[in-house]
């Protein structure tokens, strides 16, 4: 699964505060699943939900949620196609600190696509390719 190593670095380039300290942001799978494609090829997709908790938040929300957004309309666009998987593409809770910090979890329902592909030359070895997702809008 490549998804949650992109976000991370996605998320550090954007939050300085999260750079320096890094041990303020964790992730999680907590449930997933693999879906094989029942066809010849020894080809699944990963779907899993990934929980990311910023700890110690003082900042907006805004500021996490903005290139959390721009890091799922490249990644995961399909999220924002149907107005039913938008309703529900992310999900958060907040737990509420102090009056100046919180943690902030948030969820995000992801999925990868794995083609399998035989190497040349190799009998029973395999390639493993990570799919591309198609590309989304992006209106920034």
Known sequence: MLKPASLHAALTAALPELARD???????IKTGSIINTGTKALSWEYRYTLSLIVLDWSGHADAIIAP???????NQPELFDNPE????ALRFNVDFLSTTTVDIALEIDLTEA??????????GALNLIHKPEPPGPLDI
Request: no cysteine.
């Open 114 to 123: 794995v083609l399998a592909r035989p190497r040349d030359g190799t009998p």
């Open 22 to 28: 890094p041990e303020r942001m964790t992730m999680v």
């Open 85 to 88: 998987r938008r309703a529900n």
């Open 68 to 74: 959390l957004l721009l890091w799922a309309r490249r």
